[in-house]
């Protein structure tokens, strides 16, 4: 998630240089054969123009709204996790109550470390990319390989869980299901034992059951790409559109340079060009806005900081044992908070 008010040059020129210079020499190319070349047969009159222009405009619009929305739900689910995370911990440190002060310690901080691997062993597993994933230039594509937010999801429970329990982890295809497959068993144990009653193995249960729905919310978002045909022809209608502007603008800008003969060509290079460039460049930065809302969850530039959110969660968690050695909260990198 992109942390600073305004969105530097340098990152924006990152996603649209490419699309710049196509642009500029696909506008300058235009101009050349019409005014050098003499070749008046390629204008197009503006106004069929201006109405592919609203409806790719109308259908840019409802595409980034609907991608907006996957973004906000995958933003509520995850703080919900967080809610549900620190309910857990109070529940674990007000039910698990006995006479022996260490196996309620050891308890405690198992069932609890536990939760921290589960929510950091989901966020790595919706950092997997798909095939239908969107694909950034190489120039942008080498910011998220420096900050290297991708790693293999159950080394993430390394550090909190048992050894035997991480070996049973790394041979799994779900590592965050069977981590709250695990602390079900831990509360199923403690009824059996007589520490937990009726009521608190309910309690507890319920919340396992809210990750797992939790979780389930998160991989149907993941696993779900949005709705192609929405996707590919919004790129489709805008390219298409920003192909055919320059065509249509010889037109506009021929008649106000008519209008001023002196200063004809020199206006009509300044200006038909620029407004072409700048125009396209409108159209194809929504469009791109879009598809980077599309998939919340793949650590990039616009998504959902889960890195940080897990962090908060570890540290709240923590803090609640009365741990003294507690991490420090994530901070962004180059103003991109994952």
Not at 20 to 46: H, K
Not at 130 to 147: C, G, L, P, T, Y
Not at 195 to 220: A, H, M, P, T, W
Not at 291 to 310: H, K, Q, W, Y
Request: glycine share 6%; net charge neutral; charged share 25%.
């Amino acid at each position: 998630m992109y942390i600073k008010r305004n969105i530097g040059w340098g990152l924006v020129l990152r996603y649209a240089w490419k699309n710049l210079c196509f642009f500029t020499l696909y506008a300058g190319g235009i101009f050349f054969l019409y005014y050098y070349l003499g070749w008046n047969f390629i204008d197009i009159p503006f106004q069929p123009l201006s109405v592919i222009g609203i409806a790719v405009s109308f259908y840019i619009g409802f595409k980034n709204s609907q991608s907006y929305d996957r973004f906000w739900e995958g933003r509520k689910i995850w703080g919900g996790i967080v809610n549900y995370s620190r309910t857990w911990a109070i529940q674990v440190l007000s039910f698990v109550k006995t006479d022996d002060s260490e196996f309620d310690k050891k308890m405690h901080t198992q069932m609890i470390h536990r939760q921290i691997a589960w929510i950091n062993a989901l966020r790595v597993q919706l950092r997997q990319p798909k095939s239908w994933a969107i694909k950034e230039n190489r120039m942008v594509e080498k910011v998220f390989d420096k900050h290297d937010e991708r790693n293999i999801s159950c080394n993430e429970a390394y550090h909190y869980v048992s050894m035997r329990e991480f070996a049973d982890l790394k041979n799994r295809v779900n590592p965050a299901t069977h981590l709250v497959k695990n602390q079900a068993k831990d509360v199923r144990t403690l009824k059996e034992k007589g520490i937990l009653d009726g009521f608190q193995e309910d309690q507890l249960q319920s919340v396992l059951e809210e990750f797992y729905n939790l979780q389930g919310k998160c991989e149907r978002i993941k696993n779900t790409p949005f709705p192609r045909q929405y996707g590919f022809f919004s790129k489709v209608f805008t390219w298409i559109f920003v192909l055919l502007l320059p065509f249509g603008l010889l037109d506009v800008f021929e008649d106000d340079a008519m209008s001023n003969p002196g200063g004809m060509l020199q206006w009509y290079v300044f200006l038909m060009i620029p407004f072409s460039v700048l125009i396209s460049w409108i159209f194809t930065t929504m469009e791109v806005v879009g598809d980077n809302s599309e998939d919340p969850f793949e650590g990039r530039i616009n998504d959902v900081p889960m890195t940080a959110l897990c962090r908060t969660i570890e540290i709240d968690l923590r803090d609640m044992l009365d741990e003294e050695d507690l991490p420090p909260p994530v901070g962004p990198k180059d103003n991109i908070l994952y």
